[in-house]
């Protein structure tokens, strides 16, 4: 049996669910974080585990997009802290 697709929000290259983090919005919080488990509920967003897939998501301002947010998406602090990124 084979492994779901999923495209990354970064670089839009496609690739197996289990290679890419899974982003989520945490409406409590009002944050994007992510999802370890890759189990919360909730409509959820794919990235490659690189800095530079995250930092055209951001740019692209493709997380809110992909997670069907109203406004700026606001990233956890988790998420900068792993892809080494301050000033978002």
């Not at 899974?22 to 974080?33: G, K, M, S, T």
């Amino acid at each position: 049996m084979t492994e779901p697709v999923r495209t990354c929000i970064g670089c839009r290259g496609r690739a197996g669910r289990s290679t890419l983090l899974r982003l989520v919005h945490d409406a409590d919080a009002d944050l994007v974080r992510l999802d370890e488990k890759k189990a919360a509920p909730g409509r959820g967003a794919h990235l490659h585990d690189d800095p530079a897939c995250f930092a055209l998501a951001v740019r692209r301002r493709a997380i809110g997009r992909a997670l069907r947010l109203t406004g700026q998406a606001v990233v956890a602090d988790e998420l900068r802290e792993r892809f080494d990124v301050v000033d978002i």
